[in-house]
Every structure is written in C-alpha cells, then in structure tokens.
C-alpha cells in the first residue's frame, strides 16, 4: 500500500516538473473562452504564429496543426513542424481531440500520448475564424493561430494587447518561423 502511494506520489511530482511555468499572472481572474465555436469552420489548416517554450515543440518552425473530424466523432490532430528551420527535418504528431464542453465547443481536450488529455480552450477567435488564440485553464500554454502563415501586425498588436490584459505575460512569446505564404509550405 506505502509503495503503491509513493509511486503516486513520485509520478505526481514528476508530472508538475514537467510543466512548464504559468504565463498567466496568479490575481488574473478565471480564463474564459470564446462564447461559440462552430466546430467545421474551425477545422482545416492553421499555422503557428507564436507560443510559449515548451520542450514538445521546441526548435519547432513551419509549424502547422490540421483538423479534420472523424467517423467516431472525435477530431483527427495533426501538428507538423520543421526541426531547427524551415529546411530542417520534417516532423509530424498525430493526435486526437474531443469536445469538452459541447454548448459552446470552446473547450476541447486533446491527446497524443494513450490515455492523457490536455486542455485545449479557444480564448479568443476573430469572426471569420481567420486566426484564434488557444491556452489552457492555468496560462502555462498559449499558441496565437492564422489561417495564413504571416498574420497581419496591426491585428497581432491587438491581439498581443488583449492578451496582455488578460494576465498574460507575452514577452514569453516565441515569434515562429513561418513561410512567407501558403504557396511556399513544402511536402
């Protein structure tokens, strides 16, 4: 019984070093997301404008997340990136997500690895879905999406600004090498 508690104990502590520190300040208050998503607008291609460090990702540029739903009525995940730039290695995790809160479907869960999902919750998402802004309950995540692989700068100050007041620390922001356009994107 003590070593079945230990090792709870032992995977519990290893799991909280893993995470990565809160970008979120502790006295902002609870974080939201959108009112409404409509699920086949949001699927498709997005590229990876910005995010915070995080070792899954890291030395990642040309990063793409693609959405596509599935018979089971899960969501087909697929993030690619390009190990150390552009020209680097191709390299592609495949996931699953599924829809955590289902009045608004702005709260999903997403995993990659068996049985452990992860919180992933549209905070903000201009009208015509052309970009969106994805987090978790705590901040320790925060991705800044496009449509396209360049997002125009007078909207990404906007958005850097709202996040900012959100609580957000956003000088951890990682700009990400992109394409110029979609043309470019190779493979």
Do not use: K
Request: proline share 4%; hydrophobic share 45%; net charge negative.
């Amino acid at each position: 019984m003590f070593a079945r508690a230990a090792l709870l104990i032992a995977a519990a502590s290893l799991m909280a070093a893993c995470q990565p520190p809160a970008g979120r300040s502790a006295d902002a208050p609870p974080l939201q997301t959108v009112e409404s998503v409509e699920l086949d607008r949001y699927l498709g291609r997005w590229f990876e404008i910005a995010r915070y460090d995080h070792g899954f990702e890291r030395g990642c540029a040309g990063v793409t997340a693609d959405y596509a739903r599935r018979e089971d009525g899960l969501i087909d995940v697929t993030n690619t990136c390009y190990q150390g730039g552009l020209d680097g290695e191709v390299e592609v995790a495949n996931g699953r997500a599924r829809i955590a809160d289902e009045a608004t479907n702005a709260q999903l869960e997403v995993s990659f690895f068996g049985p452990f999902w992860g919180d992933y919750w549209i905070i903000d998402l201009a009208d015509d879905y052309s970009w969106a802004i994805v987090s978790e309950p705590q901040g320790r995540y925060l991705w800044i999406l496009s449509r396209t692989p360049q997002m125009d700068e007078a909207v990404l100050s906007q958005r850097l600004a709202w996040l900012e007041a959100e609580g957000f620390d956003t000088s951890m922001l990682i700009r990400v090498e992109q394409w110029e356009n979609v043309e470019d994107v190779r493979g």
